[in-house]
Nanobody, 125 residues
Framework: QVQLVESGGGLVKAGDSLRLSCAPS????????MGWFRQSPGKEREFVAV????????NYADSVKGRFTICKDSAKNTVYLHMNSLEPEGADAYYC??????????????????WGQGTQVTVSS
């Protein structure tokens, strides 16, 4: 059974930093990309960042470029999303997802096969 366990969410103030973690299990392969998405209440899930199976190729949404960094610790089989200079956007649920094989997944949620349960990030002004 595939599971993606996210952690690291919380309540922070605008300008603060936060690190999210995602540890997948049950995939039976290391050939997959991992992405982060976020969703505000009443809005569609939006792409944040993605990293390929090697950990060397990444892509970011324009809204987070220069502030967020996605990286992979292969030894721990964990992907991290380092979020700096957080903006007061209220409460968002952040989801990690697994998709693709050796090709970097796109920014569409439909490109991903497995999803975590989400972790809440609330940024107050």
């Amino acid at each position: 059974q595939v599971q993606l366990v996210e952690s690291g969410g919380g309540l922070v103030k605008a300008g603060d930093s936060l690190r999210l973690s995602c540890a997948p299990s049950g995939l039976g392969t290391t050939l997959y990309g991992m992405g982060w998405f976020r969703q505000s209440p009443g809005k569609e899930r939006e792409f944040v960042a993605v990293i390929d199976w090697t950990g060397r190729i990444t892509n970011y949404a324009d809204s987070v470029k220069g502030r967020f960094t996605i990286c992979k610790d292969s030894a721990k089989n964990t992907v991290y999303l380092h979020m700096n200079s957080l903006e007061p956007e209220g409460a968002d649920a952040y989801y990690c997802a697994v998709g693709g094989t050796t090709k970097l997944p796109n920014a569409r949620p439909t490109d991903y096969d497995y999803w975590g349960q989400g972790t809440q990030v609330t940024v107050s002004s």
